[in-house]
Protein backbone atom coordinates (compact mmCIF):
# COMPACT_ATOMS: atom_id res chain seq x y z
CA UNK A 1 0.00 0.00 0.00
CA UNK A 2 1.34 3.56 -0.61
CA UNK A 3 2.05 5.43 2.16
CA UNK A 4 0.65 9.48 1.64
CA UNK A 5 3.26 12.05 2.48
CA UNK A 6 5.42 10.19 4.66
CA UNK A 7 7.23 12.09 7.05
CA UNK A 8 10.46 9.89 7.47
CA UNK A 9 12.60 7.99 4.68
CA UNK A 10 14.37 4.73 5.83
CA UNK A 11 17.91 4.30 3.99
CA UNK A 12 19.30 1.19 3.90
CA UNK A 13 22.95 1.66 3.66
CA UNK A 14 24.99 5.41 4.50
CA UNK A 15 27.64 5.79 2.49
CA UNK A 16 27.76 8.89 0.02
CA UNK A 17 24.81 8.09 -1.71
CA UNK A 18 23.05 7.72 1.35
CA UNK A 19 24.46 11.02 2.50
CA UNK A 20 23.27 12.67 -0.56
CA UNK A 21 19.44 11.08 -0.22
CA UNK A 22 19.39 12.34 3.34
CA UNK A 23 19.84 16.03 2.32
CA UNK A 24 17.38 15.77 -0.46
CA UNK A 25 15.12 14.28 2.03
CA UNK A 26 15.58 17.27 4.41
CA UNK A 27 15.26 19.94 1.06
CA UNK A 28 11.39 18.06 0.33
CA UNK A 29 10.50 18.17 4.22
CA UNK A 30 10.86 14.87 4.91
CA UNK A 31 13.04 12.80 7.61
CA UNK A 32 16.27 10.34 6.83
CA UNK A 33 16.98 7.56 8.76
CA UNK A 34 19.07 5.03 7.96
CA UNK A 35 20.35 1.31 8.80
CA UNK A 36 23.47 0.56 8.01
CA UNK A 37 26.43 -1.83 10.00
CA UNK A 38 29.90 0.21 9.59
CA UNK A 39 30.89 2.57 12.28
CA UNK A 40 31.84 6.14 11.03
CA UNK A 41 29.33 6.81 7.21
CA UNK A 42 29.22 9.33 5.38
CA UNK A 43 25.57 9.70 5.82
CA UNK A 44 25.67 10.16 9.63
CA UNK A 45 26.43 13.69 9.28
CA UNK A 46 23.02 14.70 7.90
CA UNK A 47 20.88 11.60 8.40
CA UNK A 48 18.65 12.44 11.55
CA UNK A 49 19.90 9.32 12.36
CA UNK A 50 20.93 5.64 12.13
CA UNK A 51 20.37 2.06 13.76
CA UNK A 52 23.49 0.69 13.53
CA UNK A 53 22.91 -3.00 13.22
CA UNK A 54 23.41 -5.94 10.65
CA UNK A 55 21.16 -6.37 7.33
CA UNK A 56 20.22 -9.87 8.55
CA UNK A 57 19.47 -8.32 12.20
CA UNK A 58 15.76 -8.96 12.32
CA UNK A 59 15.23 -7.67 15.62
CA UNK A 60 17.14 -4.17 14.15
CA UNK A 61 14.85 -4.12 11.21
CA UNK A 62 11.81 -3.86 13.30
CA UNK A 63 12.64 -1.24 14.95
CA UNK A 64 13.60 0.59 12.05
CA UNK A 65 10.51 -0.44 10.52
CA UNK A 66 8.23 1.26 13.24
CA UNK A 67 10.51 4.85 12.77
CA UNK A 68 9.75 4.79 9.13
CA UNK A 69 7.26 5.86 6.67
CA UNK A 70 9.03 4.19 3.32
CA UNK A 71 12.38 2.83 2.70
CA UNK A 72 14.70 2.64 0.03
CA UNK A 73 18.33 1.38 -0.31
CA UNK A 74 21.43 3.25 -1.48
CA UNK A 75 23.49 0.19 -2.51
CA UNK A 76 22.78 -3.24 -4.02
CA UNK A 77 24.20 -5.60 -1.87
CA UNK A 78 22.11 -4.93 0.96
CA UNK A 79 20.28 -8.90 1.36
CA UNK A 80 16.92 -9.11 -0.51
CA UNK A 81 15.57 -10.76 2.74
CA UNK A 82 16.25 -7.33 4.73
CA UNK A 83 14.08 -5.56 2.27
CA UNK A 84 11.18 -8.48 2.36
CA UNK A 85 11.58 -8.01 6.00
CA UNK A 86 10.80 -4.24 5.86
CA UNK A 87 8.18 -4.50 2.67
CA UNK A 88 6.07 -6.82 5.08
CA UNK A 89 5.48 -3.70 7.15
CA UNK A 90 6.30 -0.70 4.39
CA UNK A 91 6.57 0.55 1.35
CA UNK A 92 10.11 -0.40 0.01
CA UNK A 93 11.28 1.40 -3.31
CA UNK A 94 12.64 0.01 -5.70
CA UNK A 95 11.04 -3.62 -4.71
CA UNK A 96 12.81 -6.67 -4.16
CA UNK A 97 12.61 -7.95 -7.33
CA UNK A 98 14.97 -5.00 -8.85
CA UNK A 99 17.73 -5.96 -6.10
CA UNK A 100 17.27 -9.48 -6.66
CA UNK A 101 18.07 -9.67 -9.96
CA UNK A 102 20.47 -6.77 -10.08
CA UNK A 103 23.12 -7.77 -7.10
CA UNK A 104 24.22 -10.80 -9.14
CA UNK A 105 25.84 -10.32 -12.77
CA UNK A 106 24.46 -13.65 -14.22
CA UNK A 107 20.98 -13.03 -12.72
CA UNK A 108 21.29 -9.64 -14.23
CA UNK A 109 22.51 -10.70 -17.47
CA UNK A 110 19.80 -13.62 -17.60
CA UNK A 111 16.86 -11.46 -17.06
CA UNK A 112 17.92 -8.78 -19.61
CA UNK A 113 18.40 -11.07 -22.34
CA UNK A 114 15.34 -12.71 -20.96
CA UNK A 115 13.21 -9.93 -21.98
CA UNK A 116 15.46 -8.77 -25.30
CA UNK A 117 17.26 -6.20 -23.90
CA UNK A 118 20.98 -5.75 -25.93
CA UNK A 119 24.35 -7.49 -24.15
CA UNK A 120 27.69 -8.28 -25.64
CA UNK A 121 27.53 -12.23 -25.49
CA UNK A 122 28.40 -13.54 -22.08
CA UNK A 123 28.12 -17.41 -20.65
CA UNK A 124 28.05 -18.50 -16.87
CA UNK A 125 31.10 -20.47 -15.36
CA UNK A 126 30.18 -21.92 -12.62
CA UNK A 127 33.65 -23.12 -11.92
CA UNK A 128 37.07 -22.47 -12.71
CA UNK A 129 37.67 -25.44 -15.03
CA UNK A 130 34.81 -24.17 -16.99
CA UNK A 131 36.34 -21.07 -18.37
CA UNK A 132 38.24 -22.42 -21.20
CA UNK A 133 35.14 -24.11 -23.18
CA UNK A 134 33.41 -20.76 -22.33
CA UNK A 135 36.33 -19.44 -23.72
CA UNK A 136 36.71 -21.17 -26.83
CA UNK A 137 32.74 -20.98 -27.36
CA UNK A 138 32.62 -16.80 -27.31
CA UNK A 139 35.27 -17.00 -29.99
CA UNK A 140 38.66 -17.66 -27.91
CA UNK A 141 39.58 -13.79 -27.94
CA UNK A 142 38.83 -10.44 -26.15
CA UNK A 143 36.70 -11.48 -22.85
CA UNK A 144 36.55 -10.24 -19.48
CA UNK A 145 35.66 -12.99 -16.84
CA UNK A 146 34.01 -11.29 -13.77
CA UNK A 147 32.60 -12.55 -10.30
CA UNK A 148 28.96 -12.72 -10.63
CA UNK A 149 28.32 -11.44 -6.73
CA UNK A 150 29.96 -8.27 -4.96
CA UNK A 151 31.77 -6.83 -8.03
CA UNK A 152 31.97 -3.18 -8.47
CA UNK A 153 34.21 -0.13 -9.82
CA UNK A 154 36.11 -3.29 -11.98
CA UNK A 155 36.79 -5.41 -9.00
CA UNK A 156 36.57 -8.80 -9.55
CA UNK A 157 37.32 -8.77 -13.20
CA UNK A 158 39.96 -10.26 -15.24
CA UNK A 159 40.77 -10.11 -18.87
CA UNK A 160 40.89 -13.01 -21.17
CA UNK A 161 42.99 -12.57 -24.13
CA UNK A 162 44.14 -16.12 -25.41
CA UNK A 163 43.48 -19.94 -24.52
CA UNK A 164 47.23 -19.54 -22.45
CA UNK A 165 45.74 -16.75 -20.53
CA UNK A 166 42.25 -18.66 -19.76
CA UNK A 167 44.48 -21.63 -18.31
CA UNK A 168 46.46 -19.50 -16.33
CA UNK A 169 43.22 -18.05 -15.02
CA UNK A 170 41.79 -21.27 -14.30
CA UNK A 171 44.78 -22.25 -12.60
CA UNK A 172 44.91 -19.27 -10.03
CA UNK A 173 41.40 -19.00 -9.67
CA UNK A 174 41.25 -22.94 -8.69
CA UNK A 175 43.74 -22.47 -5.80
CA UNK A 176 43.02 -22.13 -2.52
CA UNK A 177 44.17 -19.32 -1.53
CA UNK A 178 42.41 -17.40 -4.21
CA UNK A 179 39.66 -15.26 -2.48
CA UNK A 180 37.51 -14.97 -5.81
CA UNK A 181 34.50 -17.47 -5.44
CA UNK A 182 32.57 -18.53 -8.00
CA UNK A 183 30.43 -17.99 -10.08
CA UNK A 184 31.56 -15.74 -12.67
CA UNK A 185 30.82 -14.45 -15.89
CA UNK A 186 32.34 -14.45 -19.04
CA UNK A 187 31.60 -11.69 -21.21
CA UNK A 188 33.10 -10.97 -24.54
CA UNK A 189 34.96 -7.03 -24.44
CA UNK A 190 33.09 -4.22 -26.41
CA UNK A 191 35.06 -1.78 -28.80
CA UNK A 192 33.63 0.62 -27.38
CA UNK A 193 33.36 4.25 -28.71
CA UNK A 194 31.57 5.60 -25.70
CA UNK A 195 30.12 4.69 -22.40
CA UNK A 196 26.68 6.58 -21.02
CA UNK A 197 24.07 5.78 -18.44
CA UNK A 198 20.62 6.81 -18.68
CA UNK A 199 19.23 7.66 -15.24
CA UNK A 200 15.68 7.61 -14.94
CA UNK A 201 12.86 7.98 -12.53
CA UNK A 202 9.55 5.72 -12.17
CA UNK A 203 6.42 6.68 -10.07
CA UNK A 204 2.90 4.84 -9.87
CA UNK A 205 0.55 7.79 -10.35
CA UNK A 206 -1.77 7.53 -7.20
CA UNK A 207 -4.87 6.17 -7.70
CA UNK A 208 -4.37 5.15 -11.17
CA UNK A 209 -3.13 1.69 -13.34
CA UNK A 210 -0.33 3.91 -14.75
CA UNK A 211 3.12 5.13 -14.30
CA UNK A 212 4.99 8.53 -15.07
CA UNK A 213 8.71 8.37 -16.13
CA UNK A 214 11.26 10.98 -16.34
CA UNK A 215 15.06 10.70 -17.14
CA UNK A 216 18.08 13.35 -17.30
CA UNK A 217 19.20 12.34 -20.67
CA UNK A 218 21.92 10.30 -21.87
CA UNK A 219 25.52 10.80 -19.43
CA UNK A 220 28.52 10.68 -20.86
CA UNK A 221 30.83 8.21 -18.67
CA UNK A 222 34.41 7.95 -18.32
CA UNK A 223 36.33 4.78 -16.48
CA UNK A 224 39.93 5.17 -15.54
CA UNK A 225 41.05 0.97 -14.28
CA UNK A 226 37.75 0.07 -14.08
CA UNK A 227 36.16 3.31 -12.01
CA UNK A 228 34.37 6.61 -13.01
CA UNK A 229 36.46 9.01 -13.43
CA UNK A 230 34.19 11.63 -14.96
CA UNK A 231 30.62 12.52 -16.34
CA UNK A 232 29.26 15.10 -18.78
CA UNK A 233 25.79 16.32 -19.25
CA UNK A 234 24.11 16.42 -22.11
CA UNK A 235 26.36 13.67 -24.23
CA UNK A 236 25.97 15.91 -27.46
CA UNK A 237 27.52 13.45 -29.93
CA UNK A 238 24.61 10.65 -28.58
CA UNK A 239 21.88 12.76 -29.29
CA UNK A 240 20.39 10.67 -31.67
CA UNK A 241 20.60 7.54 -29.10
CA UNK A 242 18.82 9.10 -26.45
CA UNK A 243 15.61 8.26 -27.14
CA UNK A 244 15.92 4.40 -28.07
CA UNK A 245 18.42 4.80 -24.58
CA UNK A 246 14.89 6.07 -22.61
CA UNK A 247 12.55 3.76 -24.43
CA UNK A 248 14.85 0.61 -23.28
CA UNK A 249 15.29 2.12 -20.10
CA UNK A 250 11.15 2.45 -19.47
CA UNK A 251 10.75 -1.30 -20.88
CA UNK A 252 13.08 -2.68 -18.05
CA UNK A 253 11.86 -0.41 -15.75
CA UNK A 254 8.26 -1.86 -16.54
CA UNK A 255 9.53 -5.39 -16.47
CA UNK A 256 10.90 -4.77 -12.90
CA UNK A 257 7.69 -2.58 -11.72
CA UNK A 258 9.94 -0.51 -10.58
CA UNK A 259 9.84 2.70 -8.56
CA UNK A 260 12.80 5.23 -7.78
CA UNK A 261 15.68 5.83 -9.90
CA UNK A 262 17.24 3.33 -12.04
CA UNK A 263 20.69 3.81 -13.68
CA UNK A 264 21.55 2.02 -16.85
CA UNK A 265 25.06 1.47 -17.79
CA UNK A 266 25.67 1.47 -21.63
CA UNK A 267 28.25 0.98 -24.03
CA UNK A 268 28.10 2.52 -27.31
CA UNK A 269 29.44 0.39 -30.14
CA UNK A 270 31.70 1.74 -32.77
CA UNK A 271 28.13 1.20 -34.88
CA UNK A 272 26.30 3.38 -32.97
CA UNK A 273 24.48 0.56 -31.40
CA UNK A 274 23.38 0.76 -27.35
CA UNK A 275 24.39 -2.41 -25.09
CA UNK A 276 23.34 -2.41 -21.60
CA UNK A 277 26.38 -2.83 -19.39
CA UNK A 278 24.72 -3.43 -16.09
CA UNK A 279 22.14 -1.66 -14.41
CA UNK A 280 21.64 -0.24 -10.86
CA UNK A 281 18.97 0.08 -8.55
CA UNK A 282 19.81 3.41 -7.31
CA UNK A 283 20.85 6.43 -7.44
CA UNK A 284 24.45 6.36 -9.35
CA UNK A 285 27.84 8.33 -9.24
CA UNK A 286 27.48 9.39 -12.68
CA UNK A 287 23.95 11.29 -11.71
CA UNK A 288 26.08 13.40 -9.25
CA UNK A 289 25.98 16.38 -11.73
CA UNK A 290 22.20 16.21 -11.52
CA UNK A 291 22.56 18.07 -7.94
CA UNK A 292 24.13 21.30 -8.99
CA UNK A 293 22.56 20.86 -13.03
CA UNK A 294 19.15 20.59 -12.72
CA UNK A 295 16.24 21.77 -10.59
CA UNK A 296 15.41 18.43 -8.83
CA UNK A 297 18.54 16.10 -8.82
CA UNK A 298 18.06 11.71 -8.95
CA UNK A 299 17.82 11.95 -4.88
CA UNK A 300 15.11 14.41 -4.83
CA UNK A 301 13.38 12.49 -8.17
CA UNK A 302 14.23 9.15 -6.38
CA UNK A 303 12.32 10.44 -3.26
CA UNK A 304 9.77 12.36 -5.03
CA UNK A 305 8.73 8.93 -7.13
CA UNK A 306 8.69 6.89 -3.99
CA UNK A 307 7.29 9.09 -1.67
CA UNK A 308 4.13 9.94 -3.52
CA UNK A 309 5.62 13.77 -3.93
CA UNK A 310 5.17 16.38 -6.84
CA UNK A 311 6.96 14.70 -9.62
CA UNK A 312 8.93 15.39 -12.85
CA UNK A 313 9.83 16.49 -15.35
CA UNK A 314 13.18 16.91 -14.87
CA UNK A 315 14.61 20.85 -15.70
CA UNK A 316 18.28 22.32 -15.93
CA UNK A 317 19.41 25.24 -14.18
CA UNK A 318 22.49 25.27 -16.31
CA UNK A 319 22.99 24.15 -20.21
CA UNK A 320 25.15 21.76 -19.48
CA UNK A 321 27.18 19.90 -16.14
CA UNK A 322 29.98 17.75 -15.69
CA UNK A 323 31.45 16.09 -12.48
CA UNK A 324 34.55 14.41 -11.77
CA UNK A 325 35.56 11.95 -8.93
CA UNK A 326 37.81 12.74 -6.01
CA UNK A 327 39.61 9.70 -5.34
CA UNK A 328 41.62 8.93 -2.07
CA UNK A 329 44.94 8.66 -4.56
CA UNK A 330 44.63 12.71 -4.35
CA UNK A 331 45.34 12.03 -0.94
CA UNK A 332 48.78 10.59 -1.65
CA UNK A 333 49.49 12.76 -4.62
CA UNK A 334 52.57 13.87 -3.14
CA UNK A 335 54.08 10.86 -2.76
CA UNK A 336 54.24 11.24 0.88
CA UNK A 337 53.99 7.69 3.25
CA UNK A 338 51.40 9.70 4.68
CA UNK A 339 47.87 10.51 3.01
CA UNK A 340 47.81 14.29 3.21
CA UNK A 341 44.53 16.33 2.57
CA UNK A 342 44.59 18.24 -0.58
CA UNK A 343 44.64 22.24 -0.61
CA UNK A 344 40.77 22.95 -1.11
CA UNK A 345 41.66 26.51 -1.23
CA UNK A 346 43.37 25.63 -4.81
CA UNK A 347 39.64 25.96 -5.96
CA UNK A 348 39.28 29.05 -5.44
CA UNK A 349 40.66 29.78 -9.04
CA UNK A 350 37.35 27.30 -10.01
CA UNK A 351 34.26 29.64 -9.05
CA UNK A 352 32.19 27.36 -10.97
CA UNK A 353 33.43 24.12 -9.44
CA UNK A 354 31.15 23.09 -6.39
CA UNK A 355 32.99 20.43 -3.95
CA UNK A 356 31.63 17.78 -2.54
CA UNK A 357 33.35 15.69 0.40
CA UNK A 358 31.81 12.50 1.99
CA UNK A 359 33.99 12.89 5.09
CA UNK A 360 35.57 9.71 4.78
CA UNK A 361 37.77 8.96 7.59
CA UNK A 362 40.40 7.53 5.71
CA UNK A 363 41.90 7.74 2.45
CA UNK A 364 42.80 4.98 0.21
CA UNK A 365 43.70 4.26 -3.06
CA UNK A 366 40.59 4.19 -5.39
CA UNK A 367 38.19 5.01 -2.38
CA UNK A 368 35.56 7.73 -3.27
CA UNK A 369 36.10 10.32 -1.21
CA UNK A 370 34.48 13.06 -2.84
CA UNK A 371 33.97 15.08 -6.34
CA UNK A 372 33.19 18.51 -7.97
CA UNK A 373 30.90 19.27 -10.15
CA UNK A 374 31.07 22.78 -12.91
CA UNK A 375 28.20 23.11 -14.53
CA UNK A 376 28.41 25.84 -17.54
CA UNK A 377 26.97 26.35 -21.14
CA UNK A 378 28.71 23.73 -22.92
CA UNK A 379 29.60 20.37 -21.45
CA UNK A 380 32.85 20.13 -22.78
CA UNK A 381 34.05 23.17 -21.75
CA UNK A 382 32.31 22.00 -18.09
CA UNK A 383 34.61 18.59 -18.57
CA UNK A 384 38.06 20.81 -18.87
CA UNK A 385 37.23 23.17 -16.06
CA UNK A 386 36.67 20.09 -13.89
CA UNK A 387 39.50 18.29 -14.94
CA UNK A 388 41.69 21.43 -14.47
CA UNK A 389 40.56 22.11 -10.94
CA UNK A 390 40.71 18.54 -10.11
CA UNK A 391 45.31 19.08 -11.37
CA UNK A 392 45.61 21.97 -9.79
CA UNK A 393 44.42 19.86 -6.24
CA UNK A 394 46.98 17.47 -7.46
CA UNK A 395 49.04 19.86 -8.09
CA UNK A 396 49.68 22.01 -5.18
CA UNK A 397 49.59 18.06 -3.23
CA UNK A 398 52.94 17.54 -5.14
CA UNK A 399 54.35 20.78 -4.35
CA UNK A 400 52.93 20.65 -0.91
CA UNK A 401 55.12 17.46 -0.34
CA UNK A 402 58.04 18.81 -2.12
CA UNK A 403 58.17 21.43 0.43
CA UNK A 404 58.02 19.91 3.18
CA UNK A 405 60.98 17.54 1.78
CA UNK A 406 63.23 21.15 1.64
CA UNK A 407 65.71 21.30 4.85
P1 LIG B 1 31.59 -2.88 -14.53
O1 LIG B 1 32.05 -2.97 -13.11
O2 LIG B 1 31.12 -4.17 -15.10
O3 LIG B 1 30.64 -1.75 -14.77
O4 LIG B 1 32.90 -2.50 -15.36
C1 LIG B 1 33.63 -1.31 -15.12
C2 LIG B 1 34.18 -0.77 -16.42
O5 LIG B 1 35.01 -1.77 -17.05
C3 LIG B 1 33.13 -0.44 -17.46
O6 LIG B 1 32.55 0.81 -17.24
C4 LIG B 1 33.97 -0.48 -18.72
O7 LIG B 1 34.78 0.66 -18.84
C5 LIG B 1 34.86 -1.69 -18.46
N1 LIG B 1 34.17 -2.91 -18.96
C6 LIG B 1 33.40 -3.75 -18.26
N2 LIG B 1 32.90 -4.72 -19.03
C7 LIG B 1 33.35 -4.51 -20.27
C8 LIG B 1 33.17 -5.15 -21.53
N3 LIG B 1 32.44 -6.27 -21.69
N4 LIG B 1 33.81 -4.61 -22.60
C9 LIG B 1 34.58 -3.51 -22.49
N5 LIG B 1 34.78 -2.85 -21.34
C10 LIG B 1 34.18 -3.33 -20.23
Not at 116 to 145: H, M, N, R
Not at 324 to 346: C, I, K, R, Y
Request: net charge negative; aromatic share 6%; proline share 6%.
Amino acid sequence: MRASSPQTVGILGAGQLGMMLAEAAHALGLRALTFAPEDDAPADRVANGRIRAGYDDNEALARFAAQIDVATLEFENIPVSALTRLAAQKLVFPGQQALFVAQHRLREKTFLAGHGFPLTPFLPVGAPDELPCAFATLGGDACILKTAAFGYDGKGQYPVSDAAQAEALMRSLSQATCVDRGPWVLERRVDFMAECSMIAARRVIPGQDACDITHFGLIENHHRAGILDWSMSPALSLADLEETAAKLTGDLMAALDYTGILCVELFVTRDRRLLINEIAPRVHNSGHLTREGFVDSQFACHLQAGCGLAFGPVVRRAPAAAMVNLLGDLWFAGANAAPQEPDWTALKAFPDAALTLYGKPEARSGRKMGHLVVTGEHPHACVAQALAAREALTATAATAASQSRCP
